[in-house]
């Protein structure tokens, strides 16, 4: 949708043309299902420079504008909304013109757009959150106390994680958009780490490591009550928790086989199995599942030949398949269209943030900055939770 002298921003699938509307050429053809707003875009331009859609951004009374996704072959306004910018000055400016690209993509192609995301992540300690593009970084945790294990609420208004305190770790959960946080009462002196929400945000599982080895947990945090056992590992540790989409199962890491290896229980603790089957190809050694948003989907990192390779497992099937070969890849971490993901990748020498684009196995730096671990990626932010982080 780009061409010499317009200002283009590319990304893994869409490129995106942003300009006033041109006056149209005499020869232009007629607008259809436009009407009068559809005829100051020059179609015959735009289809000349290979354009399937563009987007105007025009000024109308009051203090909102009008959006247009215009179909170029069509020649007419595939959507038209009523929008509000923030000043260009405004903290909020950014996130808002992401969210007007993520509707635009959706206007445009029918899928939801990951624009107005940002990716959570661990560096020296302290968890940081930067926009799905690589800009925008900011501190968010705020102690001296090191942190760990950051997550997402489905809802993108808070976010969990832990903290290493004298000896032990608490879990923690903070609000998006006032930055207050909430200790979670989990009782006793034990190392709680690795939290997950439910899809409902009302519970929060999380790995339990005493003396006794690491089983996995869960409490209601909407009543602050409620400490449950999922797991009893006698000789053999769990962790690692992550809720399927509805709500129904967790997938885990167990030793139970020996070696680390991914599998599923429901969300009560019943019924565990073996999810991803055993690699005699690899050491077997599989850890950091993350359930996809879609449900079909578990990604995770593997030991094949000595280093850390990023794998997807198909639920339905236990098909696996390996979508990294270059350098140590781990801490994989789904994109809300489940079609990107974000890891840690040290091919270009240094430990830094990565995004893959599943479909098209195109990999992009997300953060340059070397020593940076544990990404987890946003849902789509609501207008409420997107100045912070």
């Known amino acids: 949708m780009c061409g010499p002298g317009w200002s283009c921003c590319r990304g893994d699938s869409l490129r995106a043309t942003a300009v006033a509307p041109a006056p149209r050429s005499p020869a232009a053809a007629p607008a259809r299902g436009g009407g009068a707003a559809a005829a100051g875009l020059n179609y015959p331009l735009y289809q000349a420079l290979g354009a399937d859609f563009a987007v105007t951004l025009t000024a109308v009374p009051g203090d909102t504008q009008s959006m247009m996704v215009h179909d170029v072959a069509g020649g007419g306004v595939r959507r038209e909304f009523r929008v509000h910018l923030p000043p260009l000055t405004d903290a909020g400016f950014r996130m808002a013109v992401h969210r007007l ?211 997807v497992l198909d639920v339905r099937t236990r098909a696996v398949r390996q979508l990294t070969s270059v350098g140590r890849n781990e801490d994989p971490t789904w994109a809300p269209d489940s079609r990107h993901m974000a890891f840690v990748s040290d091919r270009s020498g240094y430990r830094q943030l990565w995004i893959i684009d599943l479909e098209t196995g195109r990999i992009r730096p997300l953060l340059q900055k070397s020593g940076a671990r544990l990404p987890a990626w946003s849902p789509r932010l609501p207008e409420t939770a997107s100045s912070t982080p």
């Not at 029918?110 to 300690?125: D, S």
């Not at 006032?178 to 519970?203: I, W, Y």
Request: net charge negative; glycine share 10%; aromatic share 10%.
């Open 101 to 311: 690209s993520d509707r635009a993509l959706e206007a445009a192609l029918g899928v939801g757009g990951i624009a107005a995301t940002r990716v959570l992540y661990v560096m020296e300690g302290k968890v940081y959150a930067i926009d799905e593009d690589g800009a925008d970084q900011r501190l968010v945790s705020s102690t001296d106390h090191a942190a760990l294990s950051p997550a997402w609420a489905s809802d993108g208004r808070r976010f969990a994680y832990m903290e290493f305190w004298e000896g032990h770790g608490r879990l923690f959960v903070q609000d998006v958009a006032s930055g207050k946080r909430t200790g979670v009462a989990t009782s006793g002196q034990a190392l709680d780490f690795t939290p997950a929400f439910s899809p409902d945000g009302k519970t929060l599982a999380f790995s339990r490591a005493t003396e006794e080895g690491t089983d996995l947990y869960t409490v209601n945090i909407k009543d602050g009550c409620c400490l449950q056992r999922l797991t009893v590992g006698r000789f053999y540790d769990n962790l690692s928790p992550t809720y399927s989409p509805d709500g129904q199962r967790i997938a885990f890491v167990s030793t139970r086989a020996g070696l680390p290896q991914i599998y599923a229980m429901a969300a009560d603790g019943t019924d565990q199995q073996l999810l991803a089957p055993f690699d005699y190809g690899a050491t077997g050694s599989s850890n950091a599942p993350e359930w996809s948003p879609d449900g079909q989907s578990v990604a995770f990192h593997r030991d094949v030949g000595g280093t850390l390779q990023v794998f």
